[in-house]
T-cell receptor, first 114, second 114 residues
């Protein structure tokens, strides 16, 4: 079945450094790739997403890149801050007309050390 | 502001009990989802519903059933709770049809089966 792998499972960076989280997906029909952030004790929230017709998308300190040929996509966080500490989930889905299933990666626990 | 609520934050049940987890959303979303979240495994889809009375199995439906009699409410039922169903359960909803695919998550229910 469809599968999303995510690496690393844990990541520690110094405040101000960059963090990169990488995901791969198996279903070549996937065309929508969201990233969710889950702070400790809170619910996951969407932080950025990208569609397959775009190679890169930026939103302030966060960027996502997509390589459809290799079935890879990555989250880049620059100038990390302690409040970036959280678990990050990548996901892949195939947008159909009224229904699609979202497959999540196992998550990356990011710690930003002040 | 979208609100997704779950009936309990913490629940303790005995093996063999029938357990009901309730999820309610107030934004008229068509899609609703139930996930379980376990360390190192990410968010695994149990069931989803793309409209009232419609349901589809996710990746791990065994031991669970669902009910969607009204658009705003999606119930997860553990017919006979077992200890391996101890987990965090997250409900989510999503509005489709407008090019926007963000899932909104509830706060989660931490279920312990003893």
């Amino acid at each position: 079945g469809e599968n999303v792998e995510q690496h690393p499972s844990t990541l520690s960076v110094q405040e101000g450094d960059s963090a990169v989280i990488k995901c791969t997906y198996s279903d070549s029909a996937s065309n929508y790739f969201p990233w969710y952030k889950q702070e400790l004790g809170k619910r996951p929230q969407l932080i950025i997403d990208i569609r397959s017709n775009v190679g890169e998308k930026k939103d302030q300190r966060i960027a996502v890149t997509l390589n459809k040929t290799a079935k890879h996509f990555s989250l880049h966080i620059t100038e990390t801050q302690p409040e970036d500490s959280a678990v990050y989930f990548c996901a892949a889905s195939t947008i159909l007309s009224s229904y699609d299933k979202v497959i999540f990666g196992p998550g990356t626990s990011l710690s930003v050390i002040p | 502001d979208v609100k997704v609520t779950q009936s309990s934050r913490y629940l303790v049940k005995r093996t063999g009990e029938k357990v009901f987890l309730e999820c309610v959303q107030d934004m008229d979303h068509e899609n609703m989802f139930w996930y379980r979240q376990d360390p190192g495994l990410g968010l695994r889809l149990i069931y989803f519903s793309y409209d009232v009375k419609m349901k589809e199995k996710g990746d791990i439906p065994e031991g669970y059933s669902v009910s969607r009699e009204k658009k705003e409410r999606f119930s997860l039922i553990l017919e006979s709770a077992s200890t391996n169903q101890t987990s965090m359960y997250l409900c989510a909803s999503r509005l489709l049809g407008q090019g926007w695919h963000e899932q909104y998550f509830g706060p989660g229910t931490r279920l312990t089966v003893t």
